[in-house]
């Protein structure tokens, strides 16, 4: 891939793709001609995911209506009562729950909510955006089944502006209005494969799905351009393991399409010798970081490459909050690259997440630095990270995954 293939695919996929949408399935598409045009046969693998449409959201604060986005998966209804701002989850803050709408800004993880309903809460709100930002931008949230329990209340999402307002106010009465069609839908992860010499499989990763305000150029078409040039070296040179490529959709909303892979896979699973998962690359500024939720052995192993191909390159071991810890979660050895920028300089999941964070030079380098590691794993003649996840690691992707606290 080329630097003028980079801007061009950067450029046709600048647009909202939500886990579940038309938008969605239209950049799979795109991908399979894309894979179409390196001589691959990719495949759609279609999965079941919750969708909703809102038809009424409000948020009445006092008799003033404040703009609002609902939870989708928040069911419906309608709930009056004083608005209660959660500064921490100290026992006492969260006995002030009962009887209130509560403000967490947090968002809503699965001990969060279940601690806020718990204690008596009749609805919940959050916020997001930022304070010194022009725009008055409301992403649009999902109430999780992971994350309920099967208890669920009105929850609405407004700007951090309208929060800030709310709480100097004092405490007002608020009501909450939502109505929504709840239903299942399809999202779809893309796949690949390029025969090795053995049956054994290197699975590279990296999600194309976006959040409700942002065209993720950065977040994660980065990553979606990793893997086809990892693709189209791999389709002109066939190694000892074999490759699998696999485009998740749906990650935004709790890594749903590596979680949908994984299952519908499990049985070939025991085949997977590692997960390499790319997660924003390429942008201007930022760090580049690799997280190997694996033995020691990557971590040295990655550092010993960058410092011989002459790449900055932070590696350490960690549970990666991204499509990885699904693979890794199924025992298999995963790893995260990505090139983290500060957030003054490349946003996500808004609307400043475009191609103009973006320099096609160093996605070119980043990509590069990942496809040198893959082809090193790819050839090994016994490949040198051992399948196996330490127990310290176990033990946080029992927290991440939620079944842990």
Known sequence: MNLQQIDRILQETAYVRTGGSPEELKCAEYIIGKCAELGLEARLEAFEVNMADIKTAKLIADGQEIPCKGYKGAGSGEVEAPLYYLRNNDRYSLKQCAGKIVLVDTGLGRWTYQDIVDNGAVGAM??????????NDIDQKELRESVTNGKVIPCVNVNVKSAMELVRSGSPMVKIILDQDQYKGESHNVVVDIPGETDEVIVMSAHFDSTSLSVGS??????????????????????????????????????????????????????????????????????????????EAAVHYIKYLADEVGFACHVFPEVWPSDSSSFAD?????????????GSTACIHNRYDTVAVMKAEQQLEDMEFVLAFVKRMANAKIIPIPRSIPDNLKEKLEKFTGRKR
């Open 218 to 295: 950065y977040d994660n078409m980065s990553g979606v351009m990793t893997l086809l040039h990892a693709a189209e070296y791999f389709a002109e040179n066939p190694s000892h393991y074999s490759m699998r490529f696999v485009w998740c959709g749906s990650e935004e909303r709790g890594l749903l399409g590596s979680k949908a892979y994984c299952a519908a896979h499990e049985a070939e699973l025991e085949k997977v010798v590692l997960n390499v998962n790319i997660d924003m690359v390429g942008c201007i500024m930022g760090k580049f970081t690799c997280g190997c939720t694996t033995e």
């Open 126 to 135: 959050t916020f997001d955006g930022h304070y010194a930002y022009a725009d």
């Open 330 to 342: 199924k025992g298999v050895p995963a790893i995260t690259f990505q090139r983290g920028a500060p």
